[in-house]
């Protein structure tokens, strides 16, 4: 009876163990073509402030070209961000700045 016990809690624990390693938490990845479908948002004046926040918020640790153009971007967001001003999140000059930014991303993909 002791051996029946011990097996089946020795298969209980690795089953809950597998699992565990089975499911692992979720990642939020950013790709190129998610930045270039975000700051096209951004141009034509159809991106939110949530939108924004999100990639702002996101170190891209795993492409370290997207993380220079975050960089880059929050640069932008520091001097030229006007909140939902118009539809637009940026004033006239963030837009002509992150068109440079996208036409680059878009260069590079």
Request: with cysteine; glycine share 8%; proline share 3%.
């Amino acid at each position: 009876m002791f051996i029946i016990t011990l097996l089946l809690t020795l298969l209980i624990f690795g089953g809950v163990l597998l699992v565990l390693m089975w499911v692992r938490t979720p990642r939020y990845r950013l790709s190129r073509s998610n930045v270039i479908a975000l700051l096209h948002l951004v141009l034509e004046g159809k991106a939110t402030e949530h939108d924004w926040r999100l990639f702002s918020a996101l170190p891209l640790r795993h492409d370290p070209f997207l993380e220079k153009i975050r960089e880059r971007c929050m640069d932008i967001e520091e001097r030229e961000y006007a909140g939902k001003n118009g539809g637009y999140l940026f004033s006239q000059r963030g837009l002509s700045e992150l068109e440079v930014v996208l036409y680059e991303l878009e260069g590079a993909a």
